[in-house]
């Protein structure tokens, strides 16, 4: 499946291919896909597991294939990324992801930022694992440049994150290190309650230790942000759409996800099959920040500055988890109306004031703070959460 080592416990799920198309085509765009191309696409795809005419992975692989024999190769490694989508437990799946990562270093060569792959060994105690890590912007022989890990959730990989590393790279002057989390893409492990361990890793290994460092997690990438920044382990995290605690009633909410969700969470975990109710509400439990201890009010008071970010309207995570930040005196909430999971729908607005709100973090300067209200003066309506000091 990928460099490392193939996974298991990989099953097939229900999922509507129609649904997938018009809740992610927007999603694909924003990787970078021309949206003609997802246009023409989409109404060929019939089946999400068929290995053939119609089928998911086969339908964006030709459209890959047409660009890779143009030499569009970044286009191509992206088309790939769709046809791996959302989850790899299909050998056409397996296939399309080989490819993309082919295309993808054959495309780095033209990058406009500075961008090397690397392969890192790292540690927990007794646990160790490779991890395949994207590096942008990084300069060289400096000690000072701040240090942002980028991170998707199960669906989306460091590929899919090129457009967005490449953004915060230029835009803030930090080097940008992306990869897979664990349970997805090159990683060796299964998604568990306790995989910040990687990141903090990660983090180490890439210089973290004698540099500003902070972490940006979408989705699922989220929990983690935020559970570095209570633990202290970050200087900053942007926390973007990431579930935080559980409820008593949300077993029944996770064994049901839209959209396929609930199959793809699975099989980043490992597990042989669908999660029962009874079995989603002790996998939340397991992963609850509340439940870990994490969200006192002595915590919430002692963490890290904090930006957490949501759409009003999740399908798939509570508003409230966002909510759950105001109790730190450095952290800001923006929970903006109708604007869906990871605020998607309201993104490109909400950009330019979290990237100043990341450099103001990292740097500390007037100019950057000053930079970061004017840029979040036109979303007053949606800051729930305290704004950094002046």
């Not at 290190?177 to 890439?206: H, I, N, Q």
């Not at 996800?257 to 509400?281: E, F, K, Q």
Request: include cysteine; glycine fraction near 8%.
């Amino acid at each position: 499946m990928t460099p490392f080592e193939p996974a298991s416990a990989r099953f097939e799920f229900p999922i509507d291919v129609a649904d997938v198309l018009a809740e992610r085509a927007r999603q694909m765009v924003a990787w970078g896909i021309a949206r003609q191309t997802v246009s023409q696409v989409g109404p060929r795809i019939a089946s999400m597991w068929a290995d053939g005419p119609a089928g998911w992975a086969y339908e964006w692989s030709r459209a890959a294939e047409s660009m890779q024999a143009k030499g569009s190769f970044l286009q191509a490694a992206l088309l790939y990324g769709a046809a791996k989508f959302p989850c790899i437990v299909s050998r056409a799946q397996e296939r399309a992801y080989a490819r993309q990562l082919a295309c993808f270093r054959l495309a780095s060569w033209e990058f406009a930022v500075p961008f090397w792959r690397d392969v890192l060994w790292v540690g927990n105690g007794d646990a160790q694992t490779k991890v395949a890590v994207h590096r942008y912007g990084a300069r060289v022989n400096s000690r000072t440049q701040p240090l942002l890990c980028l991170t998707g959730g199960v669906d989306t990989l460091k590929v899919e994150l090129h457009r967005l590393a490449s953004l915060i790279a230029r835009a803030t002057g930090f080097e940008v290190v992306a990869f897979d989390m664990p349970g997805t893409g090159e990683s060796m492990l299964a998604l568990s309650k306790d995989s910040e361990w990687v990141y903090r890793a990660v983090l180490e290994s890439c210089g973290g230790a004698h540099r500003s460092k902070g972490i940006f997690g979408l989705s699922f990438g989220g929990h983690w942000a935020a559970k570095l920044a209570l633990r202290g382990d970050v200087d900053f995290a942007v926390d973007l759409g990431g579930p935080i605690a559980a409820t008593a009633s949300d077993g029944a909410l996770l064994a049901n996800l839209p959209h396929g969700m609930t199959g793809i969470v699975a099989n980043a975990m490992r597990l042989a099959a669908l999660p029962t109710p009874a079995m989603a509400a002790t996998i939340l439990e397991a992963f609850s920040l509340a439940a870990q201890g994490l969200l006192t009010p002595q915590s919430l008071k002692s963490m890290s500055p904090l930006l957490a970010i949501n759409g009003d309207d999740d399908p798939y995570v509570r508003p409230d988890d966002s909510l759950l930040f105001h109790g730190g005196p450095q952290n800001t909430v923006w929970l903006v109306p109708s604007a869906g999971h990871c605020a998607e729908r309201r993104l490109r607005l909400l950009m330019p004031a979290i990237l100043m709100w990341v450099r103001a973090q990292a740097y500390g300067t007037w100019s950057d703070r000053l930079a970061y209200r004017a840029a979040s003066a036109l979303l007053r309506p949606w800051i729930a959460g305290k704004s950094i000091s002046a």
